[in-house]
């Protein structure tokens, strides 16, 4: 399908969404929105994809938050309708694993829409702001709730409203990015990342994701209910069968479907 503000490619179980937008540092737009729901909707079906990267186009910005020039009109009916926090739960609760390639600036709704992936890989000088207090709103589609439980409420709370620009190495340090690799090495790292989850038994992946997301947000006990349920079903699977099956014969799995 031809997209006109993103690009998107699939090789070897990885498919790739781009934002394309370099000259506005690849800001997020309605068109982009659409366009995201679309893709990621074409992955879901595609039985050759097994995981899925955002990344921004160019080496300057990963995606440096909203449009401005949209967001200058927004209306109550517009916070109401909470787009781009809605796109930003179904990447949260998506089915195969998600991972940001961070590629420059991830700012606003940028940084947002990293948090809701599983992953977040980030290239050296990249940097990371919540700056919506600056336009006289808050980070709405998801950071004001992601932020804190990736780094606490205390330095949440502190980022988003000083709107404090931070580096990549402050950003590892305190847990909002798994990693950080030279730019050149950025894609290679995601990819190697995306290979060995694509190793694993595809249904533990998608069960693994649903249980630590769901019971985060519940009690232990309950936690520890969804953990059991889940893996009763794993040990009812194919995935399962196959996963002892190859360990015991000494050979790499080989997993049908995602």
Sequence with gaps: MEFS????????????ITIDRPESRNALNRVVLDEITVALDLFLTDEAVGAVVFTGAGDKAFIAGADINQLVNYTLVDGLSARMQRLYDIIEDYELPTIAAINGYALGGGLELAMACDIRVAAEGSRFALPETNLGIIPGAGGTQRLSRLVGKGR????????????????????????????????????????????????????????????FETDQKTGLLLERLAQSLLYTSQDKAEGTAAFLEKRPARYVGK
């Excluded at 503000?5 to 790739?16: A, H, P, Q």
């Design 156 to 215: 949440a709370v502190e980022l988003i409203l000083t709107g404090r620009l931070i580096e990549a190495p402050e950003a590892l340090n305190v847990g909002l990015v798994s990693t950080v690799v030279p730019l050149p090495e950025l894609m290679d790292t995601v990819r190697k990342t995306a290979d060995v989850i694509l190793a694993k038994g595809p249904l533990a992946v998608r069960l693994a994701k649903m249980v630590v997301r769901h019971g």
């Design 5 to 16: 503000l993103i690009r998107t490619e699939s090789s070897n179980g990885l498919g790739v």
